[in-house]
């Protein structure tokens, strides 16, 4: 599998590489996850968008939000694997990429997430640790992690 990743600021997305993310967005989050919730929430255009491709498709993505949009801390949101490439490690690929993303973008501060609490393994072993209570966002229970600087 051939694998390259970009990593864009909202402005310099093509329009396919927009519809690109917002349709597996969408498939994910709001068809297989059952959740209907509007998915534009106006964040996108402050963020970096992460797409990770496989063989020239978009496989998997997510997108770094700068401090003071979601949280006080930068922020990686809306991670995703397509469901074509699930089971390949291209989740893991994206997040290390994100990490490294956010270092580069945003220097060494703490990263948050909002994790859905069946990925909390996941997310432990990227060195992700728990902050705070479960939260119930669009009816899947999500609780806060971060990650301290290397």
């Known amino acids: ?10 402005r ?3 329009v396919d590489e927009l519809y690109q993310l917002l349709r597996l967005r969408s498939e994910v989050f709001v068809v297989e996850q059952n ?6 929430d ?3 255009q402050q963020c970096h968008h992460l797409l990770l491709y496989a063989n020239d498709q978009l496989a998997a993505y997510c997108r770094l939000v700068p401090a003071g949009i979601s949280y006080s801390e930068p922020a990686i949101g809306r991670v995703i694997t397509s469901p074509a490439f699930r089971g390949t490690g291209l989740g893991r690929a994206v997040m290390e990429l994100a990490i490294q993303g956010c270092k580069d973008l945003f220097g ?3 990263i948050r997430i909002g994790a859905q609490t069946y990925a909390l393994p996941f997310y432990r072993s990227l060195g992700f ?22």
Do not use: A, S
């Not at 728990?130 to 301290?148: A, F, L, N, P, S």
């Open 35 to 40: 959740c209907v919730f509007l998915d534009q």
């Open 1 to 10: 599998m051939h694998l390259t990743h970009k990593l864009l600021p909202f």
């Open 108 to 110: 060494p501060h703490d």
């Open 129 to 150: 640790v728990t902050d705070g209570d479960t939260y119930d966002e669009d009816g899947i229970e999500h609780i806060e992690m971060v990650r301290k600087p290397d």
């Open 42 to 44: 106006d964040k996108d």
């Open 12 to 14: 310099q997305l093509t």
